[in-house]
């Protein structure tokens, strides 16, 4: 698995565990490390990364995603579901150097994994929206 596939699953994993427990991304990746076994530093620097994007910007990614997902409010998607879509959203508006395609392909291939039988169609549109409207010069 490539070095930056495996980062978003750990990221997906620690903001999945983030969400039900009610605490910060961050700290849960240490637990989900302590599962996991400690990976590359590449790896954990790339999840660390990306958890602080999705923490920093909460706020605007959450919107982003209720204006697009307007007949899905939050907190009626799937847990693992949103966590998707945060993680997706964070990189689309926040990590420049990734490209779009990039970030919406990999949330779908964590949808595919993680998420019921047709939630990759979900947050393929979701995020493609997303991309579209608040992204189009990426």
Not at 90 to 119: M, Q, R, T
């Amino acid at each position: 698995m490539r070095k930056r596939t495996l980062a978003r699953e750990y990221a997906l994993q620690a903001l999945y565990t983030a969400d039900i427990n009610g605490t910060s991304a961050l700290d849960c990746l240490d637990s989900v490390i302590n599962i996991e076994g400690l990976p590359d530093p590449e790896v954990l620097d790339f999840a660390r990364r990306l958890l602080r994007l999705a923490e920093e910007h909460r706020e605007e990614i959450d919107s982003a995603i209720s204006k697009f997902a307007s007949n899905w409010p939050l907190d009626r998607m799937a847990v693992v579901d949103r966590n998707i879509l945060r993680l997706g959203t964070a990189e689309l508006l926040f990590a420049e150097d990734i490209p779009p395609k990039v970030s919406i392909n990999e949330a779908v291939e964590l949808a595919k994994k993680y998420g019921e039988e047709e939630a990759y169609k979900f947050v393929n549109g979701i995020l493609d929206r997303i991309r579209k409207e608040l992204c189009p010069t990426k």
